[in-house]
């Protein structure tokens, strides 16, 4: 992005904050910000937010927006690790970080009761083996599971103005009954390996997928969502929520192309 960073009308102000915006009728006029401990105020014709699926909710409700689902709905990936043993097999090879994707439970009918499920295969150095000869023989796998969004999971203002306030209130039955599926049925699973001794499945979720959701969701309505299809604030025309806030769901995938795709998307709708 050099060449934007260096136009001569676009001005990039670095280690600052974002506070809130200021809004007449139904459009913002101006957005405040902090840096090096004074306040300024910027304005604008369009403002566009993507400071993520926790500050983005955090600056609307900071300038007064009472749209009901701001903030609600907080969601991402939910993850276990497995360790399987292998035998006459080496694993942990490959140039990246992740060397093969698994998709037998991503869609099919078992999403009526279980959610989908992404494997992932890892070159870990955590998963080396200490016997002699078998360092390799080991496969440090991820199973990434769909989550349901929860109301009750959400970003709210705090005291501190600055920061917001994060509440996670609970997974869903729906997810709870998945894993428990897996540590049920992981051996059968993986039958299909040269698999030596049981599998072992981690007994607690991973605490992130650095993907989180949600929060100032997309849909047709005021009622049942923040912005429309093109990411502009139902009411506030001239406002566009960018990022992982916007979407209403959480599959077991990587969000980032997809952000980026609807980010250039709702530019291109905003400026035509």
Do not use: W
């Not at 304005?43 to 701001?70: E, K, R, V, W």
């Not at 037998?104 to 998963?127: F, I, Q, V, W």
């Not at 599971?145 to 729906?174: A, C, H, I, Q, T």
């Amino acid at each position: 992005m050099h060449d934007l960073y260096t136009a001569d009308n676009i001005t990039l102000i670095t280690g600052a904050q974002a506070l809130s915006f200021e809004t007449q009728r139904n459009s913002v006029t101006s957005i405040l910000f902090e840096k090096d401990g004074q306040q300024f105020r910027a304005y604008c014709d369009q403002l566009a937010l993507g400071a993520n699926a926790i500050f983005n909710p955090h600056i609307m409700l900071s300038s007064g927006l009472t749209d009901p689902l701001i903030g609600r709905n907080l969601v991402e990936q939910v993850s276990l690790r497995v360790c399987v043993l292998l035998r006459d097999i080496r694993s942990l090879d490959g140039s990246t970080s992740i060397t093969g994707h698994g998709y037998m439970l991503y869609d099919g009918k078992h999403r009526s009761n279980h959610a989908a499920c992404l494997m992932e295969n890892y070159n870990s150095p955590r998963a080396i083996r200490p016997e002699r000869g078998k360092h390799t023989a080991v496969a440090d796998l991820k199973f990434i599971f769909e989550e349901l969004p929860d109301p009750g999971n959400r970003v709210m203002l705090s005291k501190d103005s600055r920061k917001p306030s994060v509440v996670f209130e609970r997974y869903s039955s729906y997810l709870q009954r998945s894993a428990t599926d897996l540590r049920n049925n992981i051996d059968d699973l993986l039958s299909a390996l040269p698999v030596e001794g049981p599998a072992i499945v981690e007994n607690e979720f991973e605490r992130t997928e650095a993907h989180i959701l949600g929060t100032t969701v997309m849909g047709r309505t005021p009622q049942d969502s923040v912005v429309d299809r093109n990411l502009i604030h139902h009411r506030l025309r001239n406002l566009l929520v960018l990022g992982g806030s916007a979407f209403p769901t959480a599959s077991p995938a990587n969000p980032s192309l997809t952000i980026a795709a609807l980010s250039l998307r709702a530019a291109d709708q905003a400026y035509r």
